[in-house]
């Protein structure tokens, strides 16, 4: 009688912001920008808001309103990760997915990991900094 397997399904949104198209003072100079941003805990990097010339997210949001769809833009909104992620499980609900997360690399630097509920409701507890 053949063993019985058991797989897991783990379904991820990746995501990387570049640190030229966000907000890290003092100044624009890359190298300082690294080296800020390298001492930054979870709140801070969180708290990062996207330059006024970049195209491909909210101007002037933070990352965590940009995640988790709660800018002063609908249209981000309706674009955020959170969205994308959560279609993502509702086209796989036939698959069983069993974990669900969010992976974003900021920088180069950190990569925020953020769960979210298996049936896709919200996003799980608070984000959290993978450790390197």
């Known amino acids: 009688m053949p063993a019985s397997t058991s797989s897991k399904l783990i379904v991820t949104e ?10 890290i003072p003092p100044g624009n100079n890359r190298i300082e920008k690294a080296l800020r941003l390298s001492g930054m805990d ?10 006024n010339h970049d195209r491909y997210h ?15 833009n609908n249209e981000w909104n309706q674009r955020a990760p959170v969205v994308q992620l ?13 974990h669900a997360y ?15 509920h298996i049936d896709g409701s919200s996003l799980k507890g608070l984000a959290r900094l993978a450790d390197m």
């Open 42 to 51: 979870v709140n801070g990097v969180l708290g990062l808001k996207f330059a």
């Open 14 to 23: 990746w995501k990387s912001l570049q640190i030229d198209f966000l907000i």
């Open 86 to 98: 959560r279609k993502y499980l509702q086209l796989m609900t036939n698959m069983n997915p069993s």
């Open 58 to 72: 909210p101007p002037g949001e933070t990352i965590k309103d940009w995640i988790q769809g709660t800018t002063n």
């Open 102 to 116: 969010l992976v974003i690399v900021v920088g180069s630097r950190k990569i925020l990991l953020w769960e979210m």
